[in-house]
């Protein structure tokens, strides 16, 4: 789990003991084990993991930087025991039955591969067991479990490891280990111990899986039948692949060529094989592999980290021309040719969940996605904006636009208490306008200091003769908004500035909402005014 | 060829009058769906039909109050006009994103976007696009293509009938519907209008309310609908 800090850490040039973290969205996914014995967990904030280690070093998170620096490593790996497969940039699995009687025990094996890897610069640690999943707890412990002894191996582990290995479960397994917490269940032990009648009909499918695990049954079995040869995608690339950028490109046009062949089969793929051959003849293969069947996204992200890793090992090796390696550690010796995917194990639809509309949800979000993105290309980049629900107390504030391609952050957290927030039904249409709130005299009405109307409200006019308001017949307020009372704020210019820009505070306000007397049958509408800087505006109208 | 049917109370069983009465119950008792109450849940009186409902493969789906008093919901790719109250768009919005649809707002810089949260929207599938400069109707046609629905602010200018014959039938073509605001779409298939009726205020007492207390809590809207797709009906609709 560690591995983006080592490849964080290795490409900022800093030494394997310094505390390293890389933060997704804020949020600390993976430390150093220097800021690990500082303090610094999973899951903490970004302000809060410096201030436990005032030397760490934070860097965001990148797969690709991960994929590109694990290359090393695979290839240290491929030469002690060939055809590895790569869960995730990090974590590799592969049969011990040939290596361990090839080297004459599983133990030897474990040695030999863990000093090949060390060659390469990392520290690694070999679990073994009888199942997949077991193997990669085992491989936390640095543990060979005897076989047969996978489920008195896991019982012992606490229930929240269901959900510590993302690669191997579905999205929602955090959920799962969650709920069998609050239910007792503590010990993947005491989760093993339940009928498997009972697990089938109380949670879902993810559970049936997670349950096979902890008793150490096999997951699935193996397919049975090699899939067809058509549903390879092939590109040969020409001019021949050279550089990173091409190779993105490469990669994203071939997952989409797959997964058309693999959606008119009815089909997911769950190991796919990425093949690629230099201009010198070589070949080169990998096979990923994935506990939920593809998407075209992350089919597109494996092959190009996979040719990323490629490239930069053929650059590595370019500039390490003059020393005698053995092997095949200088990667490819020529630009890459030609590029095939091959589907080595598929799982057949009902695996895969069809939303309502017959094609499946990435590609409709895929679709929509770009073409958003042209109107971008027509219109700026600022032009096409995402909403998300905030924190506020106002409609406006409530929602935070941030163009398209930025990660859609919330400007304050919805989920926090705010005192103060205007009830339910929000105006439908907002505005900013200057309009003047008259008493039965025509006196301008005031908020005052003790939050109350100077006068009754009787009255409502616009700031030019023409704009249609009139008299109230019912208004309700004000509702003073307590906002950084102590933050004598300057207003920022104009209205559209006061959406799109930060939380303006005003010092004192207040919200009210009346009811205009249209006179006819249907009434007339109701606004919801804002006092701002002793005026009032127009906020919304309620239709 | 368009009729606008009037609702009598007479006409409506009893079936149907248990059912309005237990939805306003409902919608009284506060939140039944999403983390959001929605006080503008729909309590349709409309007369009892036989026809049933068309699949909906292909059709948008829509808030069940539409449904029922459209009586044949808009077909997916359709052209629509809205006019009158700006929540008729959001919901539609909030139904086509709910479902699982994408959906974008182009040239409507005042949209009250948290109302159509509370309607049931999905904001991950929502794009506005608040200025689109001088040509929105090009940047309609353009988001056709990988969207559900697109909600186009004319602001007033007209469309000329070829260009709008052309939007018309790519948006037939991509399956995309398009409901057209503040302004005509000629040769457009369903013309909706939603009124402001009434509001309903939680707090205020009786007929009339007092002022100083209370505060809205529902808006009541009226909406009429025509069009070839569309059986004419008029409905009351909270």
């Not at chain 1, 060979?144 to 510590?164: H, K, M, Y």
């Not at chain 2, 309310?209 to 505060?215: D, E, F, L, S, V």
Request: glycine share 10%; proline share 7%; hydrophobic share 45%.
């Amino acid at each position: 789990m560690d591995w983006p800090a080592v490849a964080a850490a290795v490409a900022a040039g800093l030494p394997a003991t310094a505390p390293v973290a890389v933060t997704l969205a804020n949020r600390v996914v993976a430390c150093s084990a220097a800021a690990r014995s500082a303090g610094v967990r999973r899951g903490l904030r970004r302000r809060e993991a410096q201030a436990r280690c005032p030397q760490l070093h934070v860097v965001t998170a990148d797969p690709a930087r991960d994929a590109r620096h694990f290359e090393a490593v695979t290839a240290a790996v491929d030469d002690v025991v060939p055809r590895a497969e790569l869960l995730r940039p990090g974590l590799m699995v592969l049969s011990v039955r040939g290596a361990a009687r090839y080297f004459g025990s599983e133990q030897v094996a474990a040695e030999r591969l863990v000093d090949a890897v060390a060659a390469a610069g990392v520290e690694c640690q070999v679990g073994i067991a009888d199942q997949l999943p077991t193997a990669v707890f085992a491989a936390r412990a640095g543990r060979i479990v005897e076989s047969g002894g996978d489920a008195s191996f896991l019982a012992a582990l606490s229930i929240r490891q269901l959900a510590g290995e993302p690669s191997l479960a579905a999205p929602g397994r955090e959920d799962l280990a969650d709920l069998l917490w609050r239910m007792g269940i503590r010990t993947i032990g005491q989760f093993a111990a339940l009928s498997s009648t009972d697990v089938a009909s109380r949670f879902g499918a993810d559970a049936i899986v997670a349950h096979r695990f902890a008793r150490g049954e096999a997951a699935r079995g193996p397919s049975g039948r090699e899939p067809p040869r058509e549903l390879d995608a092939v590109m040969s690339c020409d001019p021949p692949v050279d550089r990173v950028d091409a190779a993105a490109f490469a990669g994203r046009s071939l997952a989409g060529e797959l997964h058309r062949s693999l959606e008119s089969a009815g089909v997911g793929c769950t190991r796919l094989a990425i093949h690629a051959v230099t201009a010198n003849g070589e070949e080169l293969q990998r096979v990923w592999r994935c506990a939920e069947p593809l998407t075209e996204d992350a089919t597109a992200d494996r092959v190009r980290w996979q040719l990323d890793g490629w490239l930069n090992r053929r650059g590595a090796g370019q500039r390490r021309a003059g020393a005698e390696r053995p092997g095949n550690h200088g990667g490819p010796t020529a630009p890459i040719t030609t590029l095939s995917l091959h589907p080595v194990e598929v799982v057949s639809a009902a695996a895969l969940q069809l939303p309502l509309w017959g094609s499946s949800g990435d590609d409709d979000r895929l679709r929509a996605r770009r073409a958003l993105v042209r109107v971008q290309g027509l219109l700026g980049q600022e032009a096409v904006q995402v909403p998300v629900l905030s924190g506020g107390r106002g409609p406006a504030e409530r929602i935070t636009f941030t163009p398209l391609g930025d990660e859609p952050v919330p400007r304050a957290d919805p989920s926090q208490p705010w005192p103060g927030q205007l009830p339910e039904p929000a105006p439908t249409v907002l505005l900013d306008d200057p309009v003047d709130l008259l008493d039965a005299d025509g006196n301008p009405v005031r908020v005052t200091s003790r939050g109350l109307f100077s006068a009754a409200p009787a009255r409502l006019a616009g700031a030019t003769p023409s704009d249609r308001y009139g008299e109230l017949s019912w208004w309700a307020g004000p509702w003073p908004v307590d906002e950084r009372w102590w933050d004598p704020a300057v207003p920022e210019g104009g209205s559209e500035a006061t959406r799109g820009a930060g939380l303006v505070k005003y010092g004192r306000t207040a919200r009210a909402q009346v009811l205009l007397d249209g006179g006819d049958r249907a009434g007339g509408r109701a606004l919801l005014l804002c006092y701002r800087q002793r005026r009032w505006y127009l906020e919304g109208v309620y239709e | 060829m368009t009729v606008v049917m009037n609702l009598d109370q007479d006409r409506l069983n009893r079936a149907e009058q248990l059912e309005h009465l237990r939805r306003k119950m409902a919608g009284m008792s506060g939140k039944t769906s999403g983390s959001v109450g929605s006080p503008w849940r729909a309590a349709s009186s409309s007369a009892p039909s036989n026809t049933p409902l068309p699949d909906s493969e292909n059709l948008l789906p829509l808030p069940e109050m539409l449904a029922e008093s459209l009586l044949g919901a808009l077909p997916r790719g359709a052209v629509a006009v809205l006019s009158g109250a700006r929540s008729l768009s959001l919901r539609l919005v909030a139904a086509v994103t709910a479902a699982g649809g994408h959906a974008a707002i182009v040239g409507q810089p005042d949209v009250g976007l948290l109302a159509a949260v509370e309607m049931g929207a999905d904001l991950s599938r929502l794009a506005v696009i608040p200025d689109p400069g001088t040509d929105p109707v090009e940047v309609a046609a353009v988001l056709m293509d990988g969207l559900e629905l697109v909600v186009l602010g004319l602001g007033g200018r007209s469309v000329p009938p070829t260009r709008a014959r052309a939007v018309t039938a790519r948006a037939r073509q991509k399956g995309c519907t398009l409901l057209v605001t503040e302004g005509a779409w000629p040769g457009a298939s369903a013309w909706l209008d939603a009124r402001v009726c009434g509001y309903e205020l939680a707090g205020a007492g009786a007929d009339p309310p007092t002022p100083g207390c209370g505060r809205i809590s529902r808006v009541r809207l009226d909406m009429r609908a025509r069009g070839r797709l569309a059986r004419p009906v008029r409905a009351v609709g909270e």
